[in-house]
């Protein structure tokens, strides 16, 4: 029998074409990503946020001292990054005159001086280390072992083990998650999220990086002693007078969680499988109080499907789980999986809030 053809009368012409230019997006979308990889690397938000006002091509290509041999190749980063929304622009004079690009309110969080610049998570996310597993992503569905990470096949250990091997990768990670966490408590100090925290006598941040969420804790509750627990390899980076009376610790979560009232996970158990999340989260139990002296577990992580209203956050949320895939053993999850790890770790009660646009904070009680 011979195979029936894709364009015939139930199937347009014009249906394909456009099914066609859907798959073209999918395959080329990468260049969305490494076009906001080059405005970033070539400073184009910080000048345009510096210039003040409407910026043309020329003159933005005098300021980043691109040859005007190359002015006609910025014009093309420019039309894709407005076409998908990152800068905007106008023509004045009824088209005559010269487009002028200025930023959008998604583009003013990659300017430098912006407290809540996330160009250094952009610049990690986009980095060769962590952009080559994923081209394993087929072969690792075929042959990766049991526990085995598209990260482990491509670079032969673990995000962590690399983050511990590479001073320069270590730094860059670190300073990628720290550049989320001043985000996060910036909102959290604005929505006065660390109410959360009220009345506990002490906190510990596991997995706690740099210290970003500690600070900002130690500085709403002066009262809460804050500590941070993380790798040897990651608390080695922070200088004495960097510490602002925050306690870091160099340890390992599946070992040993520091006595206190209150534990935050925040973005800890995505990287990790239902497995090890048991583990840690029965390591957490042991280090608080029951709910009746004041002990909680604070999570900040995505619970897949629930959001604070923006409809891209879901794509987001499954574009971070996909990651999850290739970096680690984790995952993201909805509502019943996140239960099923609570009662598997013999938590008796939980509470969601979603608060923090893809992520939501959810209190666990012993
Ligand atoms: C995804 S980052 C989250 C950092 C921080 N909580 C935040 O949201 O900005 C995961 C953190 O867990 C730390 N980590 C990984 N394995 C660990 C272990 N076995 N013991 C302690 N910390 C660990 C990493 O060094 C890293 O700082």
């Not at 690792?140 to 250990?157: I, L, N, Q, S």
């Not at 040993?256 to 390591?283: F, G, M, N, Q, Y």
């Amino acid at each position: 029998m011979q195979a029936m053809g894709l364009i015939q009368e139930n199937q347009p012409a014009k249906d394909t074409l456009q099914n066609k230019a859907q798959l073209w997006n999918h395959a080329l979308s990468f260049i969305r990503s490494m076009s906001l990889k080059c405005a970033i690397e070539l400073g184009i938000p910080d000048v345009l946020h510096n210039h003040g006002k409407p910026i043309t091509l020329s003159e933005l290509a005098t300021f980043l001292s691109i040859p005007p041999s190359k002015t006609p190749a910025l014009g093309s980063l420019m039309r894709l990054l407005v076409h998908s929304g990152l800068f905007a622009s106008h023509r004045h004079q009824g088209g005559g005159e010269e487009e002028s690009y200025f930023l959008t309110p998604t583009s003013q969080l990659l300017v430098k001086e912006e407290k809540a610049c996330i160009s250094p998570f952009a610049l990690t996310a986009l980095n060769w280390i962590v952009l080559v597993p994923g081209r394993r992503l087929g072969q690792w569905f075929r042959a990766g072992a049991a526990g085995e990470t598209p990260f482990d096949m491509a670079h032969g250990k673990g995000l962590f083990g690399e983050t511990n091997a590479r001073a320069e990768f270590n730094e860059m990670f670190n300073e990628a998650m720290a550049s989320d966490a001043r985000l996060v408590t910036e909102v959290a100090l604005l929505r006065r999220q660390w109410e959360v925290l009220r009345g506990v006598r002490s906190v510990v941040d596991v997995g706690g990086g740099t210290g970003t969420v500690a600070k900002s804790i130690a500085k709403a509750l002066p009262e809460v002693r804050c500590m941070v627990l993380d790798l040897p390899h990651v608390v080695a980076t922070i200088d004495e007078e960097q510490r602002e009376g925050v306690e870091f610790i160099g340890g390992d979560i599946f070992e040993r969680i520091p006595p206190a009232d209150a534990v935050l996970l925040k973005w800890i158990l995505h990287d990790w499988s239902d497995e090890d999340c048991i583990k840690i989260l029965k390591r957490c139990k042991e280090a608080i109080p029951t709910k009746k002296d004041g002990g909680k577990v604070v999570i900040i992580d995505v619970v897949v499907g629930v959001t604070t209203d923006i409809s891209i956050s879901v794509e987001s949320q499954l574009f971070l789980d996909m990651e999850m895939m290739i970096l680690t053993t984790g995952k993201e999850r909805s509502e019943i999986e996140w239960k099923r790890l609570f009662h598997a770790a013999d938590f008796s009660d939980y509470k969601i809030t979603p608060s923090m646009g893809l992520r939501s904070v959810i209190e666990l009680y012993n």
